[in-house]
């Protein structure tokens, strides 16, 4: 069946420091692929997202493109901040499909 | 919008009792996902509904557990028995059927933290 695999964490950075938190995934067909983020207390935010092959998707700084030879989605950060700390989780559904597939997640802390 | 709403945020409660959590999706959402986050399990899709009707239970843990939609704009999970093992936090989402195509983004409520003594 269709999975996800994240980099495990925990992450800890520097201010300012690059980030690369690394997904790859296994799947039937053409999915749809997420990055979403969830901040202590709160539900899950979608982050960016990607549709198809060659896609970049970013928001906030965070950019992810959507790799079909390496099967991979990695979320990478130029410069992460205090408040970017959070859990990191990477998702796909299959196209037709209604269930998002989540990996593990990744807990991020940036210290200043 | 108000986002999905869910009720209560935090719920403590005895082992054997039965617990209800609530969920308002997102008006005009007509689907709705209910998930469990554990540390050890992670997040775990339970069951969701299209347009009220059930889709897919297959990840309900048991048969303690169920959930209803009566409605566009409401659903309820029940545990009960409530087990310690029950405790996390309990998500539901909702999303947009566009033309009976499916979605590309799910929307989260806040969650509720079920702690089961």
């Known amino acids: 069946g269709d999975s996800v695999t994240q980099m495990e964490g925990p992450v800890t950075l520097s201010e300012e420091a690059f980030l690369t938190i690394n997904c790859t995934y296994t799947a039937t067909g053409y999915p749809s692929l997420f990055w979403y983020v969830q901040y202590p207390g709160e539900g899950l935010q979608l982050l960016l997202k990607?549709?198809?092959?060659?896609d970049k998707g970013s928001n906030k700084g965070f950019e992810a493109t959507y790799r079909k030879e390496t099967t991979s989605f990695h979320l990478e950060k130029g410069s992460v901040q205090v408040s970017d700390s959070a859990v990191y989780f990477c998702?796909?559904?299959?196209?037709?499909?209604?269930?998002?597939?989540f990996g593990q997640g990744t807990r991020l802390t940036i210290n200043p | 919008d108000a986002g999905v709403i869910q009720s209560p945020r935090h719920e403590v409660t005895e082992m054997g009792q039965e617990v209800t959590l609530r969920c308002k999706p997102i008006?005009?959402?007509?689907?709705l996902f209910w998930y469990r986050q554990t540390m050890m399990r992670g997040l775990e899709l339970l069951i969701y509904?299209?347009?009220?009707?059930?889709?897919?239970d297959s990840g309900m843990p048991e048969d303690r557990f169920s959930a209803k939609m009566p409605n566009a704009s409401f659903s309820t999970l029940k545990i009960q028995p409530s087990e310690p093992r029950d405790s996390a936090v309990y998500f539901c989402a909702s999303a947009p059927l566009a033309g009976g195509l499916p979605y590309v983004e799910q929307y989260f409520g806040p969650g509720t933290r079920l702690t089961v003594t």
């Open positions: 998702a796909l559904k299959d196209q037709g499909a209604q269930k998002l597939v």
């Open positions: 509904f299209n347009n009220n009707v059930p889709i897919d």
């Open positions: 008006s005009g959402h007509n689907s």
């Open positions: 990607a549709t198809k092959a060659d």
